[in-house]
């Protein structure tokens, strides 16, 4: 009751958050988004910092933006500008901060974003490691599961389905398994993932920025048409690799079909999606995914190790 009562306290607060100010698209007299003429990056109205490229400053101003009292993106604080809500003033703004401090100091705001999402995965391991624990601790307690499931099949009466439930939670007290404890992290991966996209979309200096090819405010798809286009197609391959091989590590020997396809079907819409995002919100769903491969992979050791001794 505990566990339910803390999950739905943290639901609300996210929802207040991401119902508490936001980025807006940057649209012409026809309604239409206003994209930057050489990036093909779809703009955001409401900026937190001055661009400094002469185009895009000229297609602010075309459209009604005075970006000239924004302050300069290098002398960006937390407290810049006027009070956007919660969302905006407690967790866009400090994250835009942070990269641009970091970005700042080490000469690349893409390194800046690795290493601002390295940080958070830090913050975040001992509950990501939890959950990490927990799918191992499932796939150890998944023959087990199968077999209830076996014993129970077709009956689906009151009586049946209570006592199937009732051995189903004694395996998983036998296992030390918590399964509402391994989504705790699942809830935070949407807000902070939205929290990145607005601070690159709102941040010029972030997605006027290059990094090994990549514009960082240009989608992949966009991307494909210019002449850097191989370091989009490798953009894409990692996004897809890490995040079929982070579904992949998960799985259990013994799903069935359908589940068996989950880390495919995953895999695809985190590509398609990864087509039409900035190439920096793309960077940090490659670090995220990377982290969380080598900490799976150290929770594996870990387990063989501890089962060896």
Not at 35 to 61: D, F, M, S, V
Not at 131 to 156: D, F, H, I, V, W
Not at 204 to 212: G, H, K, T
């Amino acid at each position: 009751m505990k566990k339910n009562r803390k999950l739905k306290l943290l639901f609300l607060i996210l929802l207040l958050f991401l119902t508490t100010g936001c980025a807006t698209t940057l649209v012409d007299k026809e309604k239409q988004p206003v994209r930057n003429p050489e990036t093909g990056q779809a703009l955001t109205e409401n900026i937190l910092c001055k661009p400094t490229a002469k185009k895009t400053i000229e297609t602010y101003e075309k459209n009604g933006v005075k970006v000239d009292k924004l302050p300069d993106c290098e002398d960006f604080t937390v407290t810049s500008g006027k009070y956007e809500g919660l969302w905006t003033s407690f967790l866009i703004k400090p994250l835009a901060f942070v990269i641009l401090f970091l970005g700042k100091n080490i000469g690349n705001f893409a390194w800046a974003l690795i290493l601002v999402s390295v940080i958070i995965r830090l913050i975040a391991y001992p509950v990501t490691k939890k959950t990490a624990m927990q799918s191992e601790l499932l796939k150890k307690a998944n023959p087990e599961l199968e077999k209830l499931k076996k014993k129970y099949e077709g009956k689906t009466d009151q009586e049946s389905m209570m006592k199937q439930s009732q051995e189903m939670m004694l395996i998983y007290k036998k296992y030390n398994i918590s399964p509402m404890s391994g989504c705790l992290f699942s809830f935070l991966q949407l807000p902070l993932f939205i929290a990145f996209f607005e601070a690159i979309n709102r941040v010029p200096a972030i997605f006027e920025s290059d990094f090994l090819g990549l514009q960082l405010g240009t989608t992949p798809m966009y991307g494909f048409g210019t002449s850097t286009i191989i370091a989009y197609i490798i953009l894409v391959l990692l996004i897809g690799g890490t995040t079929f091989y982070s579904f992949k590590m998960n799985a259990t020997a013994d799903m069935n079909g359908s589940m068996k396809m989950m880390p495919i079907m995953m895999t695809g819409m985190i590509l398609l999606t990864g087509m039409f995002m900035p190439s920096a919100l793309g960077i940090y769903w490659v670090t995220s995914n990377l982290f969380t491969i080598g900490q799976n992979i150290i929770v594996k050791r870990s387990k063989m190790f501890h089962g060896k001794a």
